[in-house]
Nanobody, 125 residues
Framework: QVQPVESGGGLVQTGGSLRLSCVASGRTFSNLAMGWFRQAPGKEREFVAAISWSGSSTYYSDSVKGRFTISRDNAKNTVYLQMNSVKPEDTAVYYC??????????????????WGQGTQVTVSS
């Protein structure tokens, strides 16, 4: 079983950058597609980005496309979310999770495993 743990959140100014990390323990990490989600105060959790098991395919929500980049290092069991040109509306708790479905990329929360604690990102205006 793979259990992801997020880190790297913090306070950043509008227009700045931040890199989130997600370390997932477990021997099967390199065989698993992953995804990042976020939940802003008072809102539903929403999809941010997804990456295939090899890292060769990625998919983004329209709200972050062109600003965020998802990547992975299978040797380190780690998935990253590079956040550039951040905006106040990017403020949220960010979660990474394992895609348990047979799909190479997934954005539906139902395709993912149980949720961890997440990491808080706050963008000041």
């Amino acid at each position: 079983q793979v259990q992801p743990v997020e880190s790297g959140g913090g306070l950043v100014q509008t227009g700045g950058s931040l890199r989130l990390s997600c370390v997932a323990s477990g021997r099967t990490f390199s065989n698993l597609a992953m995804g990042w989600f976020r939940q802003a105060p008072g809102k539903e959790r929403e999809f941010v980005a997804a990456i295939s098991w090899s890292g060769s395919s990625t998919y983004y929500s329209d709200s972050v496309k062109g600003r965020f980049t998802i990547s992975r290092d299978n040797a380190k069991n780690t998935v990253y979310l590079q956040m550039n040109s951040v905006k106040p509306e990017d403020t949220a708790v960010y979660y990474c999770n394992v895609n348990l479905s047979p799909l190479r990329l997934a954005s539906n929360q139902g395709a993912f495993g149980s949720w961890g604690q997440g990491t808080q990102v706050t963008v000041s205006s």
